[in-house]
Structures are given as C-alpha cells and as structure tokens.
C-alpha cells in the first residue's frame, strides 16, 4: 500500500517562506507539487523526475519555489519562497510510475491528503 503523507502547509505573510514534505512509503515515483484553489482546477505547481535529473516549475512560480527530493528518505520537498496571496491553496504531492512527472493530474496513480498553505496580507 502506497502511502504519501504531507506536511509543512500553514498561514504565512505575503513575502514569507514555507517549506512542504511529503513522504512517500514503498517505491520511488516520479513526483509532482499540484495545488488547488478554490473554485479552480488543480495544477501542477512543480515536478520531479524519479531521479531528479528533470524538474518543471510553473510559470507562477518560477524564481520563487524549489522542488527537490531525498530518495534515500524518500521525501520530496517543495521550499516556497516570497509567497503571494494568490498561492494561497490546498497543496498536494502526487506520484507517479512514469520515468518522469506530468503536466496532467490523471497521471499520477497516487495522492497526499494535502495541506492547506494560506498566504496573508
């Protein structure tokens, strides 16, 4: 059974610094960041290749969020930085048994119960 378990989401000030884990049972996946807004689709925010030698950011987030892994750990990380108010979402962290991460979420076989990040003016 396949287990990804997420922490790290909060209330934070616009311009402040969250950091998000999530840690996976079993395998190694490939592994994606997706948040979800209210009233909106869920997007894929960051992702990771299996072996972290690909890695994709939004264009939202670009310059501001770090995504990484430690597979000897099997924790994927997501380091947020300068966060705005309209990255306040629910976050979850997916896998998948691709070679790589995917831009759609119906790829991911497997889900975090997310974590809710709330950005504050």
């Known amino acids: 059974q396949v287990q990804l378990v997420e922490s790290g989401g909060g209330l934070v000030q616009a311009g402040g610094s969250l950091r998000l884990s999530c840690v996976a049972s079993?395998?190694?996946?490939?592994m994606g960041w997706f948040r979800q807004a209210p009233g909106k689709e869920r997007e894929l925010v960051s992702g990771i290749s299996r072996i972290g030698g690909s890695t994709y950011y939004a264009d939202s987030v670009k310059g501001r969020f770090t995504i990484s892994r430690d597979n000897a750990k099997n924790t994927l990380y997501l380091q947020m930085n300068s966060l705005k108010l309209e990255d306040t979402a629910v976050y979850y962290c997916?896998?998948?048994?691709?070679?790589?991460?995917?831009?759609?979420?119906?790829?991911?076989?497997?889900w975090g119960q997310g974590t809710q990040v709330t950005v504050s003016s």
């Open positions: 997916a896998a998948r048994l691709g070679a790589s991460y995917h831009y759609d979420s119906r790829e991911y076989e497997y």
């Open positions: 079993g395998r190694t996946f490939s």
